[in-house]
């Protein structure tokens, strides 16, 4: 993987200052007919300023891969937005490569869905997960408090424990006192989700976008529909 560069607070920052708070603009169509216009810039400040006014989301997202064959879903905290030098920005997860979405996982190919409650709006991601950076996994760690950074130190051989003050929860507690909250554990992954797709639904407006990337290119697709209805067919 290409060094990621830390751009959250930045991109945050810059997209709206660029987009001057605007709402981006939507062609109307019940075809939903391709349009060029695509500076996929437009949808990430969209999203940004969609995750600021909903604070009821609490930052967390679902996260759906297939795991033998299976679909699998959970929650997760969004840990913000990252560019590789190539311009290409993604959304950084943290986990364990001890669970299930990291190693059971049949492909890298994931999808990130937000449900954001207070603009009524859902944002999907879909593309391939890359694990491995080393400066996105030691930023994100540094952004940790101590009671997530000490949930790493949990042995997952010692499966459950028969409470929060058991051996296990012990161990765990010996593991951070040992070696201290500074450095990672081993099992500790950030994985970043690069977009080829990000489809958008306004629930109330029924606005409705889907961007794809091929080559490099994006192209967007935009209208009104019923929420039952695909963005693209
Ligand atoms: C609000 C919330 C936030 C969570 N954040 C994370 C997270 O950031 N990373 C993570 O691996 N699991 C997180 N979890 C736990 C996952 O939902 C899941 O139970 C765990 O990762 C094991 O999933 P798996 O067996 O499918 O890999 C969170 C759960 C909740 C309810």
Known sequence: MHRCEIL??????????ASGFEEVEVETS????????????????????????????SGTLNMATVEGGKPRVRTVL???LVSKEDGAVGLSIKTSSSSRKYKERDSDQTEFMFWLPETMAQFRFAGNIEYGDPQERSRVW???????????????????????S???????????RKRGLDNPPDNFEVGVLFPNEIDFLNL????RQNWQRQGGEWTKFSGY??????TVY
């Open 8 to 17: 959250f607070f930045s991109i945050l920052f810059c997209l709206l200052l």
């Open 30 to 57: 019940s075809h939903l007919p391709p349009s060029m216009s695509g500076n996929v810039a437009d949808i990430f400040s969209l999203f940004l300023k969609n995750l600021q006014r909903s604070p009821s989301s």
């Open 78 to 80: 969004f840990q913000g």
């Open 142 to 164: 540094l952004d940790l408090n101590p009671a997530a950074r000490s949930q790493f130190f949990y042995d997952p051989d010692d499966g459950l424990d028969t409470s929060t």
């Open 166 to 176: 058991g051996a296990a929860f012990r161990k765990e507690e010996w593991a951070v």
């Open 204 to 207: 109330q407006s029924l606005e």
């Open 225 to 230: 529909a019923p929420p039952v209805v695909s």
